[in-house]
């Protein structure tokens, strides 16, 4: 059962990954937004 998820956990961990980056920038942009 569990070995069909095993090719999913990279791509998994690396939209994870890509999201938390995203969301920090776009956190970044809303304070400097917010800022001026």
Request: glycine letters at 2%.
């Amino acid at each position: 059962m569990s070995l069909i998820f095993v090719p999913y956990i990279i791509p998994l961990s690396r939209l994870v990954f890509s999201l938390e980056v995203f969301s920090k920038l776009f956190l970044t942009i809303l304070t400097a937004k917010s800022g001026t």
